[in-house]
């Protein structure tokens, strides 16, 4: 049997989700070997900066992740998931979205690792063979990783990967940053000035909104997986409200500070509103939620407006510390809800199966 038959034929199983992952790490070690050894050509390389190691090694592991995620996504979706009501259209959303976040991920991650080595192993260089095992091995990596995420794909998962991709654009926005101090502005200067660091940033709002779209998509299927017919009204209002969020998100990253400040700073605060009216609507739109989570997220309104006071008129923190706090209260809200609705989605069927 050929190499695309095996990748193809539906095999559904751990055993058989393994050995699809290991044998798509071998072709992408074995495809990025080559390929690293071409592109090197017999010269020593720096780990990091142009042409270096990390650069084609971030490459190749996007490509090859991107490969493994979209091949493991595809087959996965020909299962239909229980209170999925998307279409063909949605569908082929998700999985571009889905598809590029996780490689985004992949290069992100693999990018500032190398830059982190790079800063440890001052002025080290690689011969061409070495540089092109870290490579393939990079490679394999992730598309061994990222096949296994892509069989068993949840809410939960995407909400992982969401969080993860924002923290990685973030440090590698700020690891390649040409003003040190843009910390003393605030978080959106680093979308300024052209250059990787404000194409990282500003993809990773963009990208992230997008996936935040997607997240909708899996979390209102689980919510609505044995919802009582007058809840279900109050899910699609939660649904159009995370849709909003996501989509000032993408504004966020699409519309920067150098086209226009003004409109920037706008949309900036509406969703920061939006976000936290979320948080307090939520017992609202979705009944049944447990007691402990309700006291959370109100701890996390309560935690937020604080900060907002340290900021003003307290004058403790700067904006930059409002916003990376803040931001993360929001991430980490988003995070505990969706985690909430998959265990009571479980528990829910644990009950039916019993």
């Not at 699809?20 to 720096?46: D, K, M, N």
């Not at 995620?69 to 595809?74: A, I, L, Q, S």
């Not at 654009?169 to 605030?186: C, I």
Request: charged residues 10%.
């Amino acid at each position: 049997m050929s190499v695309r038959e095996r990748l193809l034929r539906p095999a559904p199983g751990s055993v058989a989700t393994e050995n699809r992952a290991l044998l798509l790490a071998l072709v992408a070690l074995a495809v990025s070997l080559v390929a690293g050894v071409v592109v090197f050509g017999g010269e020593a390389v720096p780990l990091f900066g142009g042409g270096s190691v990390g650069m084609v090694a971030a490459v190749a592991s996007g490509a090859s992740g991107a490969v493994a995620f979209c091949t493991g996504y595809v087959r996965s979706a020909r299962v239909p998931r229980v209170g999925m009501t998307i279409g063909r259209w949605g569908r082929a959303f998700d999985v571009f979205v889905l598809t590029v976040t996780a490689a985004g991920i992949v290069v992100l991650l693999t990018g500032s690792a190398f830059a982190v080595f790079d800063l440890a192993f001052r002025e080290l260089r690689l011969d061409a063979v070495m540089a092109a095992v870290l490579v393939g091995v990079s490679a394999a990596v992730a598309a061994y990783v990222l096949t296994l995420v892509a069989a068993a794909l949840t809410s939960v998962a995407i909400a992982n990967l969401l969080a993860l991709f924002l923290v990685s654009g973030a440090l590698a926005s700020m690891l390649s940053a040409n003003d040190k101090h843009w910390w003393q502005v605030n978080f959106s200067a680093l979308g300024v000035g052209g250059g990787f660091s404000a194409y990282a940033f500003n993809m990773t709002l963009v990208f992230a909104g997008l996936a935040m779209t997607t997240l909708s998509h899996y979390v209102i299927g689980d919510l609505r997986t044995g919802a009582a017919a007058g809840e279900l009204r109050r899910l699609e209002v939660l649904r159009a409200w995370l849709v909003g969020v996501a989509v000032l998100l993408v504004a966020l990253g699409w519309v920067t500070v150098e086209i226009a400040k003004v409109l920037h700073t706008v949309i900036a605060s509406v969703m920061t509103v939006l976000f936290a009216g979320l948080i307090v609507a939520t017992p609202f739109l979705v009944p049944r939620l447990p007691r402990t989570f309700l006291v959370t997220s109100s701890f996390f309104v309560g935690a937020f407006a604080f900060v907002v006071l340290l900021m003003w008129p307290v004058g403790y923190f700067n904006l930059t510390a409002v916003e990376f706090v803040g931001f993360s209260l929001l991430l980490t809200w988003l995070f505990l809800f969706v985690r909430t609705v998959a265990a009571r989605l479980q528990d829910d069927r644990a009950v039916d199966g019993a």
